[in-house]
């Protein structure tokens, strides 16, 4: 499912729902594009275990991440969301909600989002 609101212009709010194979587990992406940031949350089953927060700071090279819900100690929503904040310059939410952490399969999940990010630019 597509959706974008206010008529493509670019400052609008964009959805983007995606889901791919990886390994054995079927995985689902939503994205939302927003002025500035993007929401992305990633999953099996509808849930909200996890959210966190990533930015670029003009002061250090890695951006900065802060756990907004969930277990500060799971660190896979920051990670990710780090990563992104760094590819795209911009805030980043992600809430990863899979209980596969494994650094292979989180590499799976984050290739599958850049595949997606190339395919559809106009998304992120």
């Not at 974008?4 to 079927?26: N, V």
Request: aromatic share 8%; net charge negative.
């Amino acid at each position: 499912m597509e959706e974008e609101g206010g008529g493509g212009a670019a400052g609008s709010i964009a959805l983007h729902d995606f889901s791919g194979q990886l390994g054995e587990q079927r995985v689902h992406f939503h994205a939302m594009r927003l002025r500035d940031s993007l929401f992305l949350w990633v999953g099996a089953a509808p849930a909200l275990a996890s959210l966190a927060v990533a930015m670029c700071s003009p002061r250090d090279s890695i951006p900065v991440a802060a756990s907004l819900l969930g277990d500060p100690s799971d660190t896979a929503s920051s990670c990710l969301a780090q990563r992104l904040a760094s590819k795209t310059k911009k805030q980043i939410f992600v809430s990863y909600n899979l209980q596969n952490t494994d650094s292979n399969f989180t590499l799976l999940i984050e290739n599958r989002i850049k595949e997606e990010m190339t395919a559809f630019p106009d998304k992120f």
